[in-house]
Each structure stands twice: as C-alpha cells, then as structure tokens.
C-alpha cells in the first residue's frame, strides 16, 4: 500500500488542522495517525480498521482529534481541535496488514506501510 500524507501546517494554538492520508488501495487491515516530535520517540494517534468500528485514539487524541473514513476517496483524515504547541511533530500514516490484538492496534512498532511524513506546528 502506498500511502500520501498531506494538510499539515502552522496553527495558533487552540486551532485546528485536518490532516489527509491518501491510499493506493485497500489491502490493510488497520489504517492510522502516528506523530514523532524531535528527540522523542514515534507515539501512535490514532487508528481504524478497514471496516471502521475497531477505533483508538491516545490519551493526547481523546476528545479533541478525529479519524474518519473516506472509502469513496480512498483517504483516511485526521481531525485535529483545540491544538497546542505539545501537538508540534511530524504525522505520519501507516498501514499494518492483518489484524492484532487490541492493546497492540496502534503500536508503531507493528504497523508495516509509512508514507511520508507531514509537518504540524502549533505555535503562536
């Protein structure tokens, strides 16, 4: 799968931000946001599966971002709100092909597809 990640920008913070991922196809099985900020380690943001009722979202994510689906498009988005300079990484989208255990479902470490990275900056 390939997989193109766009929307990211610099935003005041308590703004928001939609990020896009565009996908070659669907030959995955979960589909999610992951971010790394300098120095600290990739985390996962959120993820979905293909049928889109198996969803996480992080501590960070909960209540403010939201994943959806756009299967017509072929793209998942990433709703980010009420953003703060915390948010400021690097987002990436990634695809992992089977399923897992849901503990493990947005663990970085499993996911299998990365497309490229796109910039947040939550600055004033």
């Known amino acids: 799968v390939q997989l193109q990640a766009s929307g990211g920008g610099l935003v005041q913070p308590g703004g928001s931000l939609t990020l896009s991922c565009a996908t070659s196809?669907?030959?995955?099985?979960?589909i999610g946001w992951f971010r790394q900020a300098p120095g600290k380690e990739r985390e996962g943001v959120s993820c979905?599966?293909?049928?889109?009722?198996?969803?996480y979202y992080s501590d960070v994510a909960a209540g403010r971002f939201t994943i959806s689906r756009d299967n017509g498009k072929n793209t998942v988005s990433l709703q980010m709100n009420s953003l703060e300079p915390e948010d400021t990484a690097t987002y990436y989208c990634?695809?992992?092909?089977?399923?897992?255990?849901?503990?493990?479902?947005?663990?970085?470490?499993?996911?299998?597809?990365w497309g490229q990275g796109t910039q947040v900056t939550v600055s004033s």
């Open positions: 196809g669907y030959n995955y099985y979960y």
């Open positions: 990634a695809t992992r092909a089977n399923r897992i255990i849901s503990s493990r479902r947005c663990d970085p470490s499993v996911y299998d597809s």
């Open positions: 979905i599966n293909y049928r889109g009722h198996e969803l």
